[in-house]
């Protein structure tokens, strides 16, 4: 018999659907991991791979849900099969798609805590970020063809002050706490951007553990490596 896990409404597993597709619009060929453990669901998808060892310049994103019902469950399943059963569920069940997707990422595993502040951006700033990025990725793509992805590299790895220049909003940044714009890359602007994380006027707030940065938004979590 097939899982499925039972969410607590019909607009939860609606809200599944629309981070799915949002995170195939970013990785057609992409899987999502997902984490259950008790009446929570941890939904996991790759945004900017990293590189070398330690997987430098990895990007994920992270959404939560409530279950109705508790379930145990850890796998990676395409993106494709989230989209195609979310949008022909009724109800709030989703039967988990049995086959199973290759993620490199996956094997990395963010710290559950401790997590210490480092301040808080203007969500409208990282949107802005996100923008002018994509649209510097895709002039160097239809200039300079498969040779543009050296510039989306370079794009996605600047930190956020290096992408905005001068802007007065960075000055909201908490007063007495890090500065956490020379820590915070572009990529992780592009992930809470394309993955549908901001609001308009909503701050992003700013954590790190070790190796990572997390950035907390309204609409869920990017993590940075």
Do not use: C, K
Not at 79 to 85: Q, S, V
């Amino acid at each position: 018999m097939t899982e499925t896990l039972d969410f607590v409404d019909e607009q939860s597993l609606e809200d599944l659907g629309r981070y799915a597709t949002r995170a195939r619009a970013v990785d057609a060929e992409g899987g999502m991991r997902l984490q259950a453990a008790g009446e929570v669901l941890a939904a996991w998808v790759g945004v900017l791979p990293g590189s070398g060892i330690l997987a430098e310049g990895t990007v994920l994103g992270l959404r939560t849900f409530a279950l109705a019902s508790p379930a145990d469950l850890d796998v990676i399943v395409p993106l494709g099969a989230i989209t195609d059963r979310t949008h022909r569920a009724g109800g709030r069940g989703l039967p988990v798609p049995p086959t199973r997707a290759l993620a490199p990422w996956s094997a990395l595993t963010p710290p559950r805590g401790p997590w210490e502040p480092a301040g808080a951006l203007p969500g409208d700033l990282l949107a802005a970020v996100a923008r002018d990025g994509l649209v510097e990725v895709s002039d160097a793509v239809r200039e300079r063809g498969a040779a543009g992805g050296f510039v989306r590299d370079r794009v996605w790895a600047r930190d956020v002050r290096e992408a905005s220049g001068p802007h007065p909003d960075l000055l909201t940044v908490d007063a007495g706490m890090p500065d956490p714009s020379t820590v915070v890359r572009a990529g992780g602007a592009f992930a809470a951007y394309a993955l549908g994380f901001l609001a308009p006027g909503e701050p992003v707030t700013v954590f790190r553990s070790n190796r990572w940065t997390r950035l907390t938004a309204p609409g869920g979590h990017v993590l940075l490596r």
